[in-house]
């Protein structure tokens, strides 16, 4: 059974290396593998992150969320992008944008995976909920500018043959963050307060995030 799996556990470890390397002359991964790439990357990082506090329910419960979060935001996002390319005259490379798009995200899952046992001893070193809030949140801008310089390297040779490549990426940018940020208000808590009942929404989940910060500065200013 290793001798058959060997072959193939090669060519997914020599994938995920040019995946991460981001060489422009290198195909980037099936789309299959790309999609098992960020499920799995996302399944282990999600547990590990709903890991703390000890908390079995909330880590499978977060197991589900990260992947659930990239995939259905990068979903949401794609019929606006495919207008966007359309109305810049970039209909034709939309596969090649799109190929670029979940290259990156792949890169955002791998870098996640491979974050996880630094998160897990984190959580061994804190004792307090604010500081593992915080440490997942630098973990997820690490990985977030990881797979920003892979959609970079992908875009490459997409704006160098027709500069309008550029708004597309940044219409991209801009509607991903918009939507990823209103996906995790609805999907949270990602990690279990150990003094709350564990619960896979948060009361209130179906508020807007926009809002919510909104009051937010609104009462630090009145204050």
Request: overall charge positive; some cysteine.
């Amino acid at each position: 059974m290793g001798r058959v799996l060997e072959p193939v556990l090669r060519v997914g470890l020599a994938e995920i290396d040019g995946l991460l390397r981001g060489q422009e002359d290198v195909a980037p991964p099936s789309w299959r593998r790309l999609l098992v790439v960020g499920i799995a990357g996302g399944l282990l990082y999600g547990g590990v992150m709903g890991s703390y506090g000890l908390q079995p329910l909330q880590a499978v419960y977060s197991a589900l969320k990260v992947p659930l979060l990239v995939g259905v935001a990068t979903l949401v996002c794609l019929p606006n992008f495919y207008t966007v390319n359309s109305v810049l005259g970039l209909r034709e490379d939309f596969p090649l944008a799109m190929r670029a798009i979940l290259t990156a995200q792949g890169t955002v899952a791998v870098v996640l995976a491979s974050l996880a046992p630094l998160t897990a001893f984190l959580y061994a070193s804190i004792s307090e909920y604010g500081l593992a809030v915080a440490a997942n949140g630098g973990l997820f801008l690490v990985a977030a500018l990881a797979g920003q310089v892979t959609l970079s390297r992908r875009y490459r040779p997409l704006i160098a043959a027709n500069p309008r490549h550029r708004l597309g990426r940044a219409a991209w940018l801009t509607l991903y963050i918009f939507v990823a940020i209103q996906m995790a208000w609805v999907l949270r808590p990602f990690i279990g307060d150990p003094r709350l009942p564990t619960r896979f929404f948060r009361s209130g989940a179906w508020g807007n995030a926009y809002v919510e910060v909104a009051e937010l500065l609104w009462n630090l200013l009145v204050r």
